[in-house]
Nanobody, 116 residues
Framework: QVQLAESGGGLVQAGGSLRLSCAASGSISSIDPMGWYRQAPGKQRELVAVDTGAGRIMSGDSVKGRFTISRDNAKKTVTLQMNSLNSDDTAVYYC??????????WGQGTQVTVSS
């Protein structure tokens, strides 16, 4: 079993920055995708940034150039550095991991609120 735990969310002013962290426990593979999704109230969960484990980063268009994903396979962690935050970034951010079988693991989520 894989368990994911997010941390680092909070309240930040527009234009500010936050750094989210996800710590995984259990058996994970460095070649499997791991990263971040987010969901605002009343909206569908959307891709933020995912490290595919195959040398590629997939990210949402709205965060390109502002967010950076980093993965530490030894520590089984993935972080999301978020800069130039705006109100559209307000959401619950979920850590994500997908095994080769297609089975998905999600964290409980961490709230990010951007005020203006």
């Amino acid at each position: 079993q894989v368990q994911l735990a997010e941390s680092g969310g909070g309240l930040v002013q527009a234009g500010g920055s936050l750094r989210l962290s996800c710590a995984a426990s259990g058996s994970i593979s460095s070649i499997d995708p791991m990263g971040w999704y987010r969901q605002a109230p009343g909206k569908q969960r959307e891709l933020v940034a995912v490290d595919t484990g195959a040398g590629r980063i997939m990210s949402g268009d709205s965060v390109k150039g502002r967010f950076t994903i980093s993965r530490d396979n030894a520590k089984k962690t993935v972080t999301l550095q978020m800069n130039s935050l705006n109100s559209d970034d307000t959401a619950v951010y979920y850590c994500y991991y997908r095994r080769r079988t297609g089975a998905l693991s999600w964290g409980q989520g961490t709230q990010v609120t951007v005020s203006s």
